[in-house]
């Protein structure tokens, strides 16, 4: 049974004046810097867990935070308004806010490349499309928020993502329901990724961070050098190397990931289906100044951009008119809890 602060929902509208007293969604725009005139929404779930959303980016997620902790990492150059989104080579980085979820795609992630004539800026495109028929509800005991965003050009793709995010009211989870489509009349390579960026307070030496994966792989000689101490959360040092490790895993269903620190007394617990996001990267980059944990789902391995992607086969194909859905289950849960 669905409770808010130990009393059961319905009890709950008996002593409000207005549910939105405890969960809610908030409807803001932004008025000053690079991010001015874009809109976030802030959802409120009436369990302590706050969700902000960006509407005009993709309808990604950028803070998030359970009992007022803040759980993601914020880059130096913001959350920017999609008018400075820059395609071209890893001109990306300059409007990467990081946020809880920056979602990579639809038909590249990974470094810039060059397939089939085609150039291929870094991580993609859709993280700047800005939503349209953006709607919001409270009702049947659960908070939601819905958009769809196109990534389209003529001669070339005519993708589109559906994404619901939606937290039951009093609970401690939150899930995003995404839904891509291939509009066009041929068929079209589809790579996506979901880059959560995980920071401190709840990132910090002595956290613990499990992945139940079959084999990790490491990107490169620096990253190899840490496979040893892959799952090793330490404090930031100035000159900490960048290190991206490829986890693969056996068998098929749902895998959980967690991070769990236990002096805050709260974990991050992911889960995801291998059936449509087989593999996941970690991104560890200790350095003080960028400290941050990436746990990256993805439906391929494409670290090394397109072209590596294609050659290697590992590319995915929608057929015209073909969907795929991906759903990405969060949960903030307090180390208390014995549920």
């Known amino acids: 049974m669905t409770e808010v602060f130990g009393r059961p929902l319905a009890e709950v509208r008996r002593r409000v004046g207005s549910l939105a007293q405890v969960a809610r969604i908030d409807s803001l725009v932004e008025s000053e810097g690079e991010p001015r005139g874009s809109r976030r929404l802030r959802l409120v779930n009436g369990s302590g867990i706050e969700v902000e959303l960006h509407p005009d980016r993709g309808l990604d997620i950028g803070q998030v935070s359970v009992d007022g902790i803040p759980v993601a990492w914020l880059t130096g150059a913001g959350i920017a308004a999609p008018a400075f989104y820059n395609p071209s080579g890893a001109e990306w980085l300059r409007t990467f806010g990081g946020g809880f979820l920056t979602t990579c795609g639809l038909d590249t992630f990974g470094p810039p490349s060059h397939d089939e004539g085609k150039d291929?800026?870094?991580?993609?495109?859709?993280?700047?499309?800005?939503?349209?028929?953006?709607?919001?509800?409270?009702e049947n005991g659960v908070v939601v928020v819905e958009g769809i965003m196109q990534q389209s050009a003529l001669h070339g793709e005519n993708l589109t993502l559906r994404r619901r995010v939606s937290s039951a009211i009093g609970s401690d989870t939150f899930t995003v329901d995404d839904v891509v489509t291939n509009e066009g009349p041929g068929e079209q390579p589809h790579m996506i990724l979901y880059h959560v960026n995980l920071g401190w307070p709840l990132l910090e030496e002595g956290a613990v961070l499990s992945i139940p994966s079959q084999e990790?792989?490491?990107?490169?000689?620096?990253?190899?050098?840490?496979?040893?101490?892959?799952?090793?959360?330490?404090?930031?040092?100035?000159?900490?190397?960048?290190?991206?490790?490829?986890?693969?895993?056996?068998?098929?269903?749902?895998?959980?990931?967690?991070?769990?620190?236990?002096r805050l007394g709260i974990a991050l617990e992911m889960r995801f289906d291998l059936a449509t996001l087989p593999v996941m990267y970690q991104w560890s980059l200790f350095r003080e100044g960028s400290n941050v944990l990436g746990l990256e789902p993805a439906n391929c391995a494409g670290v090394h951009g397109r072209a590596q992607t294609r050659a290697d086969g590992n590319l995915p194909i929608l057929q015209p008119g073909e969907s795929v859905s991906y759903r990405i289950d969060f949960r903030l849960r307090r180390l208390s809890d014995t549920h």
């Not at 291929?120 to 409270?138: D, E, K, L, Y």
């Not at 930031?236 to 620190?261: C, I, K, Q, W, Y």
């Open 216 to 262: 990790i792989v490491p990107r490169d000689p620096v990253t190899a050098e840490g496979l040893a101490t892959s799952s090793t959360i330490t404090a930031p040092t100035p000159d900490a190397p960048e290190r991206v490790f490829l986890h693969t895993f056996d068998g098929s269903g749902h895998r959980d990931v967690t991070l769990e620190n236990h």
């Open 120 to 138: 291929f800026g870094q991580h993609g495109r859709i993280s700047a499309a800005p939503a349209r028929m953006i709607t919001t509800s409270t």
